[in-house]
């Protein structure tokens, strides 16, 4: 069997991934070489090296042999994640300038913060029953209880008369409710019924 070129492997590359392990044991030390030009820690270069084949594999397609050969490609795709990862690192330098030297929290602060970690649970709590809710019953409480919307409004949404939207919200709110009333310590949970 003949070996394929770069520019072969490239095409076969784009149509699945099946291409991709020859290429990447043809070009990994290549990769790994300018990664570790660029990226003084290793975890940095290891970073660098698994973007740039993941890449590779997103980009295969665009990938067009008379504009230039795969390794060309390769290095200007490289080049690309190296310039993208300088300029997150750089975004994150920067917000963290911007935070350091803040004041810390106060006692009234760290209230504060409590309070809201405490509504906080509250209402994962209610996200969380609400899941084990029926979709249909769910998708309904959503429209009204978290976005707002009318009676009528979402049982247009849902394309169901306003007559079934108001008994499936009377029996989600009251389902709902009722995973939310504390037995014995602990919170009940639903069955799925619609």
């Given at each position: 069997?003949?070996?394929?070129?770069?520019?072969?492997?490239l095409?076969?590359?784009?149509?699945?991934p099946g291409a991709?392990?020859?290429?990447?044991?043809?070009?990994?030390?290549?990769?790994?070489?300018?990664?570790?030009?660029?990226?003084?820690?290793?975890?940095?270069?290891?970073?660098?090296?698994?973007t740039?084949?993941?890449?590779v594999?997103?980009?295969?397609?665009?990938?067009?042999?008379?504009?230039?050969?795969a390794?060309?490609?390769?290095?200007g795709?490289?080049?690309?994640?190296a310039?993208?990862?300088?300029?997150?690192?750089?975004?994150?330098?920067?917000?963290?300038?911007?935070?350091?030297?803040?004041s810390?929290l106060?006692?009234?602060?760290y209230?504060?913060v409590e309070e809201?970690?405490?509504a906080?649970?509250?209402?994962r709590?209610?996200y969380?029953a609400?899941?084990?809710l029926?979709?249909a019953?769910?998708?309904?409480?959503?429209?009204v209880?978290?976005?707002?919307?009318?009676l009528?409004?979402a049982a247009?949404?849902?394309?169901i008369?306003?007559?079934?939207?108001?008994v499936?919200?009377?029996?989600?709110?009251r389902r709902?409710?009722s995973a939310l009333t504390?037995?014995?310590?602990?919170?009940?949970v639903l069955?799925?019924?619609?």
């Amino acid at each position: 069997m003949q070996d394929r070129g770069d520019d072969e492997l490239l095409v076969a590359i784009a149509t699945g991934p099946g291409a991709l392990p020859e290429f990447y044991r043809r070009h990994v030390a290549k990769v790994m070489g300018m990664g570790v030009r660029r990226f003084a820690d290793p975890e940095d270069v290891a970073d660098f090296v698994a973007t740039v084949f993941l890449e590779v594999l997103r980009s295969a397609a665009g990938f067009d042999p008379r504009r230039g050969g795969a390794v060309s490609w390769l290095y200007g795709l490289a080049a690309n994640v190296a310039a993208s990862m300088y300029r997150k690192r750089a975004l994150t330098a920067k917000a963290e300038q911007r935070l350091a030297g803040r004041s810390l929290l106060d006692a009234d602060d760290y209230a504060r913060v409590e309070e809201r970690i405490d509504a906080a649970a509250q209402l994962r709590r209610v996200y969380q029953a609400m899941q084990q809710l029926g979709e249909a019953d769910r998708r309904l409480l959503e429209l009204v209880a978290v976005d707002g919307m009318s009676l009528t409004d979402a049982a247009h949404a849902l394309r169901i008369t306003p007559v079934a939207a108001r008994v499936r919200l009377l029996r989600a709110r009251r389902r709902l409710r009722s995973a939310l009333t504390p037995v014995d310590g602990t919170f009940p949970v639903l069955s799925h019924r619609r």
